[in-house]
């Protein structure tokens, strides 16, 4: 059964393919939706909500193997500095739930879109469905239209290597 949502309508309604999964409902983080669905951790991007000092937040998403690294991201958006919020700061701002943040969710409230530039390595990665308990699976350009992310640089590797999940 496809779940619906009004991301899966985001979507359909722009005609791009994607694939849903459903996951526990539970807060799981990228690690253990990476576990759920048997993939690679390289492949589930988190989405990580950013402050600025003025302005409208950032939705920076990195893989689930990695951390935003905050003066990449700053440097890139010709910003001073930018700060991570707290999980209650970061549902306040979205309205969503952590673990089921997605810029998709997010398109028109004004959030500024970064994907890390690792991505770029794929032809589709995994992020939250906008609810927890929804994981989509879609094209990265197509990610990258519908947001109109900005792409490059903002991961720090702080856990394995990518290249050790791939056999």
Do not use: W
């Amino acid at each position: 059964m496809t779940s619906k949502n009004n991301v899966t309508r985001l979507l359909n309604a722009h005609k791009i393919v994607y694939t849903t999964f459903e996951t526990p409902k539970e807060k799981l983080g990228a690690e253990g939706t990476a576990e759920f669905l048997a993939i690679s951790l390289a492949l589930v991007y988190k989405t990580i909500v950013v402050k600025r000092k003025k302005g409208k937040p950032i939705l920076a998403l990195v893989p689930g193997d990695s951390s935003v690294d905050l003066k990449a991201l700053a440097k890139l958006l010709d910003e001073k500095k930018v700060f991570l919020t707290t999980q209650v700061e970061a549902e306040k701002l979205t309205k969503l739930q952590t673990g089921g943040i997605s810029p998709l969710a997010l398109i028109n409230k004004g959030f500024q879109v970064v994907l890390d530039d690792s991505a770029c390595a794929y032809e589709k990665i995994h992020i939250s469905g906008g609810q927890r308990g929804l994981n989509i699976r879609l094209g990265v350009d197509d990610l990258v239209k519908l947001t109109n992310a900005r792409v490059g640089e903002i991961r720090d590797e702080y856990e394995i290597a990518c290249d050790n999940f791939f056999s």
